[in-house]
């Protein structure tokens, strides 16, 4: 059975947009998309990107936010396709550890705390393949990387590129 | 650079023996050592076996653990001269993560967070060398695992065993 890495923020859950909508409501200042090149933090005004990296460590940031559209669907019938990991460089933010494990049992119940890792580097684990949003994870991987589309890659070049959930089914199942 | 693995519980950190305190204080009751072949809850009471179980997912269990002797010295010389991952499967009680990333903080402070893997399931992780405690992490090992001496593995053959943080230097510096 081939190994599947799956990637969680940006990927099957929505942080970026959480952040925009609890920023919104409490700044009501505008977003700049255009500069999200590399983190979607850098969309946020440049006197507030510290405050953003405070929230990404607050106790509940991670325990609600969105679910990526027809991600449910297609994960479950990877699940029993696949050997299939969930990977997310989380170790950083130790307050978003045990969101992410309560997240991920709400939302993918099929998903076994057996196939959860938590990590600080991806350059450690391997599988057949890989689909996550930045380049640094994707590059050292030793199996078959899919960039998943997010604001802030939008110029990267030299990896497939799955736009949605069903690319990722097409790509996969 | 060589990279290194190390498994957290009976390995870095004494939770067996931080439960059999607690444990004592509780109940006056002793452990039985010769029933803990594949694991050191078997030790208990059998009806007290539940609730060890619900004592490794209470907060803080985790957050103030013996360290093991020599560890801190052994592991910051072979932080230098290795790659170095602290790996340890944790998903299965949520509350343990933020206490571990913790733990290791106060006292591990040369590991940085970009060096732990809080995971269900190690046979993802490569590297060149793994010391572990349990079999069932070091048979899928595709790098030289060795056995770390604990009192559930005293049956143990076909690994190379290490007795304590002087052998890991020897057999690793």
């Not at 460590?57 to 297609?74: A, I, T």
């Not at 709400?106 to 890792?117: A, C, E, P």
């Not at 030793?142 to 990896?159: F, M």
């Amino acid at each position: 059975m081939k190994r599947v890495l799956v990637d969680m923020d940006e990927v099957i859950a929505d942080p970026m947009n959480a952040m925009i909508e609890w920023y919104k409501e409490k700044y009501d200042r505008e977003i700049d998309y255009s500069k999200m090149e590399g983190s979607w933090a850098f969309g946020f005004p440049e006197e507030h990107q510290p405050m953003i990296r405070t929230r990404l460590n607050e106790p509940g940031f991670f325990r609600h936010l969105p679910v990526m559209k027809d991600s449910q669907r297609v994960l479950a019938e990877i699940n029993k396709k696949y050997e299939l990991f969930i990977v997310s460089a989380a170790t950083e933010f130790p307050n978003s550890l045990k969101d992410k494990i309560e997240w991920l049992e709400d939302n993918f119940s099929f998903i076994s705390w057996k196939q959860v890792v938590l990590c600080g580097d991806k350059r450690l684990c391997v599988g057949d393949y890989l689909i996550d949003d930045h380049t640094k994870n994707l590059m050292h991987f030793t199996g078959k990387p899919y960039l998943y589309n997010a604001a802030h890659n939008q110029t990267v070049q030299g990896y497939d590129r799955l736009n949605n959930w069903e690319e990722v089914a097409q790509a996969l199942l």
